[in-house]
């Protein structure tokens, strides 16, 4: 008995080449454009030498620097720039060390009201921290005249009230990656005479530095793009970040301004672009890791 010989049409199965993969390839350069479009039309935009939202193409008839010149010659977007990644990289660093001493605490002991602290957490998180601005502003009102160096217009202001906002989420992110650290190796320190300190910074902290780069990174975007309570603590030109003085650029006269905002914009996206790329080959197992045991 012989078998026959067929041939194989490509596309010939389930209605086609196109409905089994084509489809998703047209949405994928669908979903891609739409990314790619407001960024280009802000650099497009930031090159303009006219300068106004209404003269703005996605490919201007001409181009030149004369945006950035007037941004760092009108303005005080230096000031700004240096305020934001002060705010940014200090927000990061603390609160990725406060989430993972919490984490740590919550996934290696067991105490009273471990459970409560932990569901505690959740729930905060779910009220945006915006709602309480009124409360806040008056208690950091009573700081200032108190302690002005950690009330409104000031930087330490803001990062301490950063600081309660990103707790939450970052301790529950982590808490799930510490999870999946054997507790095998904090018992062999102990035999050996190490102490929880020693086992957090020594042992534990070397093993959670994807989830480490993950925190920092979303705490950094987080704080850079963050304008509202911003708006609401900094009001001086001097200690405003970039976000809030590049808004007030465009409030008042929005067409006029268009194309010195966009070269502010263009500039502040580096930072996160060069943070990003960096630490690109921890996010994925970061983010991953945690969620396999919680």
């Not at 497009?44 to 010149?69: K, Q």
């Not at 009201?113 to 009102?141: E, K, N």
């Not at 030109?237 to 465009?250: C, M, N, P, R």
């Amino acid at each position: 008995m012989t078998a026959t010989n067929e041939v194989v049409r490509l596309g010939s199965a389930k209605g086609g080449w196109f409905r089994q993969f084509g489809w998703r390839h047209l949405v994928g350069l669908l979903a891609l454009a739409f990314s790619l479009f407001p960024i280009l039309f802000v650099i497009s935009a930031s090159l303009n030498p006219l300068g106004t939202l209404s003269s703005s193409t996605l490919i201007p008839p001409d181009t030149g620097l004369e945006n950035f010149t007037k941004l760092f010659g009108t303005t005080s977007f230096s000031r700004w720039f240096l305020n934001t990644l002060l705010i940014g990289v200090l927000s990061a660093v603390l609160s990725m060390f406060i989430s993972a001493a919490a984490a740590f605490a919550f996934s290696r002991h067991r105490f009273k009201g471990r459970r409560i602290g932990l569901v505690s957490l959740l729930l905060v998180q779910m009220f945006p921290q915006f709602l309480a601005i009124v409360a806040l502003y008056l208690i950091f009102a009573e700081i200032t005249d108190l302690y002005p160096a950690i009330g409104l217009n000031t930087a330490w202001g803001l990062i301490l009230l950063y600081l309660g906002g990103a707790l939450g989420v970052n301790t529950w992110l982590m808490k799930g990656f510490f999870d999946t650290i054997p507790k095998d190796l904090d018992e062999s320190a102990k035999v050996d005479g190490a102490t929880h300190s020693q086992i957090f910074f020594g042992i534990i902290l070397p093993l959670v530095v994807p989830i480490l780069a993950v925190t920092g990174l979303l705490g950094f975007i987080n704080t850079v793009n963050e304008f509202l309570i911003a708006s609401v603590f900094l009001t001086d030109d001097s200690s405003k970040t970039a976000a809030v003085g590049l808004y007030g650029l465009i409030s008042g006269e929005r067409n006029a301004n268009f194309g010195v905002f966009s070269a502010g914009a263009v500039i502040l996206a580096i930072p996160t672009v060069v943070l990003f790329q960096f630490l690109q080959r921890y996010i994925v197992g970061g983010l991953t890791s945690g969620a396999v045991k919680g």
